[in-house]
């Protein structure tokens, strides 16, 4: 399979905590998106991290891409309920296509 | 700018119809990409096309078509629906080919097959 699988699958925190998500690929990648999914607006595009960057800011999230491992995280800071939702990482294959995982569901409880 | 619309929003259909969703991109987006989702699965990649050519295709049987025209607006085809076509149908813009840049969503269109 040559999709991105994320970890965990499910993430419940308190609201003001941290929360880490974890993608990881298999194949050469030319960039990693990553994006929220939840009810009330959809599917939408977080941050983009190219092959020849290591970390990326963007107010809360920050991500980082290690491509001698072929993983990338995603730490959102301070979290709040509106962050409830499901986090998607996307690498972009040699071939010009996204991979997408399954996602993590992460609940922000208050 | 006003964002990526899919049409209908909603549809009931029954084994053995075909079904024909529309997507209109961004304005000035030439590239459209469909997906399908299910519960608790990820976006299986259905196709891209990029002005009016078809350059990139998943792993569908070939029930499942689309197009492109010549303003960007796209449409996909499931003819012969399964029970296992119902699923969230969703579409993607972007200024460029295959994940280049970042994508915009539309808001789907949600297919039950009876």
């Known amino acids: 399979s040559q999709q991105g699988e994320e970890d965990p699958q499910a993430l419940s925190i308190q609201e003001g905590e941290n929360a880490t998500m974890n993608c990881s690929y298999k194949t050469s990648i030319n960039n990693l998106q990553w994006y929220r999914q939840n009810s009330g607006r959809g599917l939408v595009h977080l941050i983009l991290?190219?092959?020849n960057e290591r970390e990326k800011h963007s107010g809360r999230l920050r991500v980082t891409l290690d491509t001698s491992k072929k993983s990338s995280s995603l730490l959102i800071t301070a979290s709040r309920a509106a962050d409830t939702a499901s986090y998607f990482c996307a690498p972009q294959n040699s071939n010009y296509q996204l991979i997408w995982g399954a996602g993590t569901k992460l609940i922000i409880k208050p | 700018k006003a964002g990526v619309t899919q049409t209908p929003r909603y549809l009931i259909k029954t084994r053995g119809q075909q079904v024909t969703l529309s997507c209109s991109p961004i304005?000035?987006?030439?590239?459209v990409s469909w997906y399908q989702q299910t519960p608790g699965q990820g976006l299986q990649f259905l196709f891209e096309?990029?002005?009016?050519?078809?350059?990139n295709k998943g792993n569908f049987p070939g029930r499942f078509s689309g197009r492109q025209f010549s303003n960007s607006r796209s449409e996909m085809n499931v003819s012969t629906l399964e029970l296992g076509d119902s699923a969230l149908y969703l579409c993607?813009?972007?200024?460029?080919?295959?994940?280049?840049?970042?994508?915009?969503f539309g808001p789907g269109t949600r297919l039950t097959v009876t």
């Open positions: 096309y990029f002005s009016e050519t078809q350059r």
């Open positions: 991290i190219r092959s």
């Open positions: 304005s000035g987006h030439r590239s």
């Open positions: 993607a813009s972007s200024s460029a080919i295959g994940g280049t840049y970042e994508q915009y």
